[in-house]
């Protein structure tokens, strides 16, 4: 670079960001944006009442639901363990059946295109499925039961699991997989002694919070008849008994936080 | 004993990594095989076990062309040629037992190796291996407890429990301080003694290869520019392989080279 | 070699050894639980679904093209209700995920504080944040925002934290170095490091939002969760084949814009 | 009082608010009407809109139409005056006359009917003949805030055999009990086996005859309860007497109307809209009141 | 000037990091501490900007004790000390430009900064700055797409950008290669010249600690071991740094050291 050159470059201060990026970020923020206030508009449109008395409104409803008679908890309690039961089946299922999908759908384990693409879209279009329909849909194959619960909730966990361990495992440092590779060991050898000790942690603490997401889907169970604590929580709404709701709800809160301990402390363990 | 003959390599990205090498290695030699980053060093050491594959040339090893190697014959040519790598690649959340029991993989049925059964054999030999580098009393230590110096201790002790007929060390002191790097090329100078294997080993210090080598393969670009005994490297040689504007590009700072 | 030296047996504290034990049975101890307290009849299960199979599963790809209109403007409906809500969610949530990460909060009591409330947040059925936003604001589609803008942020929040707990810290040391203060370090080292990571979370939970729309049907608000309710109830599974054809387009779609833009602003 | 919601923008009809804490009587220029879809019917509607605009029409207010599926989400809209005529079923009805003083003024007429019943459904080649028969078999229901699938028939048997609660009837007359989630999936179960007896409204059969042929030769019907008045349409104690009483009269006008005819039986299988008071729902009430407690756990 | 008064540091759970330490550095001076790992050199390098507060003795900066300084007084004291890492420490995800600018936090206003409202002035300052170690012509790279050298230089740039009175750098060339290495040393010793900035550099190397240095301190256990100019250092100031038994240590493996 010459001195003259430099001069005129050190005289026109370039921007923080480059001219290019800048517009483009511009751009798509401007259209986020437009597109958020359209919505916000649309949504608010047909609204009448404002927002004059939305909290004192809200006041209202939610003084019904105090005291919690927390009496009911006890009642409850055969309810909540069959939703934590269907609950670990469905998880441990995913779990389990997750381990081949998410090796498949990891662009650097299966590097032969074709049955990554294929195994990456079956699962994207897995995950697009509701869980309310796959509930229905099972209800109708099964009528129906627990099963059909348990396994509206296997595939809504699959879906979700072996994506986030696929991408676990696409960013695990292949490094000392490669070692192994290079002193002659086979892809289950490789696999087994490089890759899973590497994502066992990351891979305790998805199952454990999608236990906890199966937990509370539970009122989609309630919905096709698959019983649990969604089921009773309905009934109680129903007959307006909302003190009894709101106990069952602290009930559920009780158990997502144990989960979260426990979690945690398994995490500590493995780490 | 290793013959590369005309072997090149151009990587799928249209890099060229290896050009007409033409060398031959002996049983039992110490090479160490120098030059600039970028100069095709690790291309040239992962031919050996096939981690890259050459795209031209003839490359045997004890007299057959791996070239064409796949799958179980790949699997049995790596199982004798053991690899230290830079950054050791060690499985940092597994106790140093099991890392250098990996070692063994080859050699292990895979129900066997899952089911952690090891034969006694094995895991003595694995123990031993751990006390030739002085690191006997870790072995229930997991590998990230461990300093820099240790673990690559670690990755060569896994090697020894290969049991390979031929070392290969891609920089593997690059990320120790110096005396930790003067004491794991001692360990590898003692086995390629004591075990007659035949090491080859990367280096970025040309003071440090002359200290251990028994031959300096110089590189530059993709082609071999030196190759002889330690004894014959000169101040004109040091030029050859590290190109003969280095001190000036260094003070220029020569933006674009690192 | 006739004689092994086999390495000493790995010191185990007896602590670690019945910790492991206890775990092992507790674990054993929760499946025998599991599967006592669970019973299904496999066989009947079985029949009645190669029973069910051909009343149910063939409709469901003989889509009802003649809802195709009623299916459009639904899932259209949806896409701006779960846009705006997801969007306010991805903001509330900022706040709380960093209350909730210990990095950034270094007080323990704010910290639990934080994930107290994210977790409480998370507790509470979609129902209930349904009558309480219906009764705020009127059945219609912002009663729909914002019950899924609160019922977003308990899971957001938690995602926001965990990516901020696991930022390059060494990278706010250097900027505390050279005498920034935790406003600007905020701004520099903190937010570049979690942007793309926030941006995923918010767009995949808009993703799940679009999925999960059966709370608009409780607001009023149409939706096409309404339409699944409706189509098994009358068990109209033709029309449910396209409402899944539908879900799957609009959220395949999303995804790849998403993609997009999410590649534009890393 | 409420401050403003944190968005703090202001809608722009809002000078029409008129909330629970106002006076009574107030004329708002915009009605909105709720509407649950009763599961205790062969079709189930999905809108409300055909109504919303003619009523808007005869009234010369705009009227909101909207289709809720939950009826607490109904109750409570109703409660804060955010929604002011809604579709009730009766005992969403009774619940929100309970908490709200909602009033009722109108029902729907079904097949000539006001009113309709529930019914046993057993297994056309089971031996069960009678009520009595039950005893120990398999009990199956949507759910028990059902009015036709859980409530009449409950009580009646509680009558009927002496018992003095639902729990007491589930537990010590029926085998087992299985809430099905709605009464299609719960008549599926009688007729797969899984149940012996569905008590669901009349008449469930037909609306699975598409899909299982068979089903009116395979399910029986053994016995029906007492008459359960229809769903209703109840107005806000907030709204003016004249008002309501234009609203009643634009409804009944629908029933002179070809057009409207129509509509009713196309989309919500009514004959007509008929005039309704509040002594109607008395025992739906009782019903009500006898299984609060009981539910109460 | 920089001053150690019988400054001590015990870590909280016990380590002694510093112990006894006694040393002025004069404005203008290119110190290099040469150390084992664990000798305490990056402790005492973070007293001075106070990333670490020294537990005893007095430790003053142009004559004021900073043993004592929070808040503001604090901010201000880093301000006009830079350091540069062994890791770079640069926010990955951002552009050069916008890293280098992080150097002028401790001048700009909050509102400004954050409204990325800087003023001509520091961005022609940071752009200057790139220019000086060559790589102007990367700004609006992410520093995730430049190699080792060239992040180093981006973390160099942007203590320049600083206009600091004292630059502390710690062990800034432990993750490049020897030919980068000296770039980077060189850049460092080119501005302790032109700015004469008063320049502290964490080594490993005591050979390249003795190419650059005008005065080399070294330290062993947390003490102060030698203190003079490169001129004096002896094979024997290298065995008082390194331990006597080095060599040995090397050659039987010495377990423990590394
Ligand atoms: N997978 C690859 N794809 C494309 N090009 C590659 C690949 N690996 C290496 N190269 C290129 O091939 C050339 C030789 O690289 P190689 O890694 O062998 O150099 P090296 O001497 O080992 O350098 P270093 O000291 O940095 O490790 C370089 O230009 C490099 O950029
Ligand atoms: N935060 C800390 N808490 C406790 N002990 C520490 C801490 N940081 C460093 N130490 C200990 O203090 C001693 C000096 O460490 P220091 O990092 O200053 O060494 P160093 O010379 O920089 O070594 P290296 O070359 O490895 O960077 C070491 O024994 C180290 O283990
Ligand atoms: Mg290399
Ligand atoms: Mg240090």
Same mark, same amino acid.
């Given at each position: ?127 697009? %499925?509701?869980? @309310?329909?796959?509930? !229905?849909?099972? =209800?109708?194959? +099964?009528?129906?039961?627990? #099963?059909?619960?348990? /396994? ?95 106990? %069952?709800?602290? @009930?559920?809160?009780? !158990?997502?936080? =144990?989960?979260? +301990?426990?979690?945690?402390? #398994?995490?500590?363990? /493995?780490? | ?258 | ?266 | ?297």
């Amino acid at each position: 670079m010459t001195k003259q050159s430099r001069q005129e470059m050190t005289e026109k201060t370039p921007s923080i960001y480059p001219v290019k990026t800048k517009l483009q970020i511009t751009i798509i923020f401007f259209i986020v944006i437009g597109f958020y206030l359209f919505s916000m508009f649309w949504t608010q449109r047909e609204m009448v009442g404002g927002f004059g008395n939305a909290l004192g409104n809200m006041y209202v409803v939610i003084e019904k639901f105090f005291p919690p008679n927390l009496e009911v908890i006890p009642k409850v309690w055969g309810e909540m363990a069959q939703t934590i039961q269907m609950a670990i089946i469905a998880t441990t299922l995913a779990a389990i059946l997750t381990v081949p999908l998410a090796l498949l759908s990891a662009q650097n384990i299966t590097t032969f295109k074709p049955l990554y693409l294929i195994t990456r879209t079956f699962l994207n279009i897995l995950r697009t %499925i509701p869980d @309310l329909v796959l509930a !229905v849909i099972f =209800v109708g194959l +099964f009528g129906v039961g627990l #099963l059909p619960g348990i /396994l509206a909730l296997f595939i809504f966990s699959l879906g979700i699991l072996a994506k986030l361990i696929s991408e676990t495992i696409e960013s695990v440092d292949m490094n000392p997989l490669e070692a192994m590779r290079a002193s002659g060991g086979n892809v289950f050898q490789v696999i087994y002694f490089g890759l899973v000790p590497q994502v066992l942690p990351q891979f305790t603490s998805f199952v454990l919070y999608v236990f906890e997401i199966n937990i509370r889907a539970s009122v989609v169970l309630g919905l096709v008849g698959a019983g649990g604590i969604g089921l009773v929580l309905d009934q109680q709404l129903g007959f307006y008994n909302y003190p009894n709701a709101m106990a %069952i709800i602290i @009930l559920i809160f009780i !158990v997502v936080i =144990v989960i979260e +301990f426990i979690s945690n402390k #398994l995490r500590e363990a /493995l780490i | 004993m290793i013959e590369f003959k005309d072997v090149g390599l151009v990587y799928p990205n249209g890099t060229v990594g290896l050009k007409n090498i033409n060398a031959t290695i002996k049983d039992g030699e110490f090479v160490v095989i120098v030059g600039l980053s970028g100069a095709g060093k690790s291309t040239f050491i992962r031919s050996i076990n096939r981690l890259v594959t050459p795209t031209s040339g003839v490359l045997s090893i004890d007299n057959e062309n791996i070239l064409g190697y796949k799958g179980s014959d790949l699997r049995k040519l790596r199982t004798k040629i053991g690899m230290i790598f830079q950054n050791y690649n060690l499985v940092k959340r597994t106790n140093v037992l099991k890392n250098v029991l990996a070692g063994r993989l080859g050699h292990t049925g895979t129900l066997r190796s899952i089911l952690n059964l090891y034969q006694k054999e094995d895991i003595s030999l694995a123990y031993e291996s751990l006390q030739r580098v002085n690191i006997g009393e870790k072995i229930y230590n997991r590998a990230d407890e461990l300093s820099g110096g240790q673990q690559q201790r670690v990755s060569i002790a896994r090697v020894l429990t290969q049991q390979p007929k031929y070392i290969l060390a891609d920089e593997p002191v690059a990320s120790l301080d110096p005396p930790t790097s003067h004491q794991v090329m001692t360990y590898l100078k003692k086995i390629n003694k004591e075990d007659k294997i035949t090491t080859i080993v990367n280096l970025h210090f040309i003071d440090m290869a002359m200290e251990y080598a028994d031959r300096i393969i110089g590189m530059r670009a993709g082609e071999i520019v030196f190759d002889g005994p330690a004894s014959e490297v000169t101040e004109k040689t040091f030029e050859e392989i590290y190109g003969r504007s280095i001190r000036e590009d260094d003070l220029r700072g020569g933006a674009n080279k690192s | 070699m006739a004689s092994y030296s086999l390495p000493p047996k790995q010191p185990k504290s007896t602590f670690k050894i019945v910790r492991r034990i206890v775990i092992f049975l507790a674990i054993v101890a929760l499946y025998v639980w599991t599967f006592l307290g669970i019973d299904i009849d496999w066989g009947r299960a079985f029949e009645r679904m190669v029973n069910n199979f051909s009343r149910v599963i063939p409709k469901l790809f003989q889509p009802d093209w003649s809802a195709t209109s009623e299916v459009a403007a639904k899932i259209w409906e949806t896409i701006l209700i779960a846009f705006a809500g997801s969007l306010m969610a991805a903001v509330l949530a900022i706040p709380l995920g960093f209350l909730a990460a210990q990095n950034m909060t270094r007080s323990k009591i704010l910290t639990a504080i934080g994930k107290w409330i994210l977790s409480a947040v998370r507790a509470f059925p979609d129902i209930i944040l349904a009558i309480l936003f219906v009764v705020a604001v009127g059945p219609n589609a912002f009663a729909g925002v914002l019950a899924i803008a609160i019922g977003s942020t308990g899971m957001l929040g938690k995602l926001y934290s965990e990516v901020i707990e696991s930022i390059d810290m060494q990278v706010i040391e250097a900027m505390e170095a050279n005498g920034a203060n935790k406003i600007q370090i905020l701004f520099y080292g903190v937010i570049p490091q979690i942007v793309p990571e926030f941006l995923s979370y918010a767009i995949y939970r808009f993703e799940v939002d679009i999925r999960a729309s059966s709370i608009l049907g409780i607001v009023g608000a149409g939706g096409i969760g309404t339409m699944i309710i409706f189509a098994s109830s009358n068990r109209n599974w033709n029309e449910m084949g396209l409402i899944l054809l539908a879900i799957i387009i609009v959220v395949t779609v999303i995804d790849f814009l998403s993609a997009r833009i999410r590649r534009k602003i890393v | 009082g409420g401050s403003d919601d944190s968005d703090g923008e202001d809608n722009a009809s809002g000078e029409s608010n008129d909330n629970a804490k106002e006076e009574k009587g107030e004329t708002p220029d915009k009605l909105v009407m709720g509407f649950v879809p009763s599961q205790d019917s062969d079709t189930i509607a999905d809108t409300v809109k055909p109504l919303a605009d003619r009523l808007g029409e005869e009234l010369g207010i705009d009227v909101e139409g909207k289709v809720m599926t939950n009826y607490n989400a109904l109750v409570e809209a109703m409660g804060s005056n955010q929604v002011q005529i809604g579709f009730i079923p009766a005992f969403g009805y009774v619940l929100a006359n309970e908490q709200y003083d909602v009033n009722v003024i109108l029902k729907s007429v079904r097949h000539g009917s006001g009113t309709y019943k529930a019914q046993y459904v057993v297994r056309a080649d089971s031996d069960i003949e009678s009520l009595a028969d039950l005893e120990g078999k398999v009990w199956t229901y949507a759910d028990k805030g059902s009015t036709s699938g859980y409530l009449f028939p409950a009580y009646q048997m509680m009558q009927e055999f002496d018992y003095a609660s639902g729990t007491e009837l589930e537990s010590d007359f029926f085998g087992n009990t299985i809430a099905a989630g709605a009464h299609d999936n719960a008549a599926i179960s009688v007729y797969e086996g899984d149940a012996d007896v569905a008590t669901t409204f009349d008449d469930v059969r037909t609306e699975l005859e598409e899909e299982y042929p068979d089903v009116m030769d395979k399910l029986k019907v053994i016995e029906y309860t007492d008459e359960i008045p229809n769903d209703t349409i109840s107005v806000t104690k907030e709204l003016d007497e004249e008002l309501v009483t234009k609203i009643k009269e634009a409804f009944l006008s629908f029933n002179e109307d070809e057009e409207m005819i129509k509509i009713m039986d196309e989309v919500y299988n009514w004959d007509a809209i008929d005039e309704a008071s509040d002594e109607e729902y008395e025992i739906v009430k009782e019903t009500y009141q006898k299984f609060k407690d009981d539910i109460e756990l």
